[in-house]
């Protein structure tokens, strides 16, 4: 798939995209179905990544937005972008297994960071990863976000973000400077 010929149609997610998006998010992360793609967590994570009730609360947020990617009339991404003053917060990134690897991930990244720098005005994106998720850091990495060392621990016990498989996770904080652009 080359994304760059195909029309994809960026908007805002609403409560009618819900169920829709959580099937997206748990297809790409747990799971027989995200071993399709290379962003699986299914082998330190079991369980759900998100439910209905944590989409909704990121739609409905103030000062946020889930990004809603929709190609051919069906939704194959998704990613939360949040205001938090100086800077903007990415999350919720989820592109399906089904077409991960043909440059639509990317594609979206530039986008919300398009809307970060264009609506807000700020001049960093931030996001926490999984630090044992060497290949996606890495994959951040060449699209310009700088490992900080800042960690944060695990939710252990919190079932909504899933059930380790092993005891060293924690989240590590990248960051990305954003050329704002003259008014």
Not at 21 to 36: C, P, Q, T
Not at 122 to 135: A, Q
Request: glycine share 8%; with cysteine; aromatic share 8%.
């Amino acid at each position: 798939m080359d994304t760059a010929a195909t029309d994809l149609v960026f908007r805002t997610a609403t409560d009618a995209d819900v169920d829709e998006l959580v099937a997206l998010i748990e297809s790409a992360y747990r799971g027989d179905s995200s071993r399709a793609g290379w962003t699986t967590e299914a082998d330190i994570l079991e369980g759900q990544r998100t439910d209905p009730d944590g989409v909704r609360a990121v739609i409905k947020a103030a000062d946020s937005r889930l990004i809603t990617v929709e190609q051919d009339g069906r939704v194959v991404a998704c990613c939360q972008l949040a205001h938090r003053g100086d800077h903007a917060y990415f999350g919720m990134f989820a592109v399906s297994p089904t077409v991960q690897g043909a440059g639509l991930g990317r594609t979206v990244m530039a986008e919300a960071e398009r809307q970060a720098r264009e609506d807000w005005g700020v001049g960093e994106m931030r996001m926490t990863v999984i630090s044992v998720r060497e290949d996606l850091i890495a994959w951040y990495e060449r699209r310009g976000y700088r490992r900080t060392g800042r960690m944060t621990p695990f939710p252990y016990g919190d079932e909504r973000f899933g059930i380790p498989r092993r005891d060293d996770l924690q989240f590590e904080l990248l960051v990305k400077p954003l050329a704002v652009q003259p008014a």
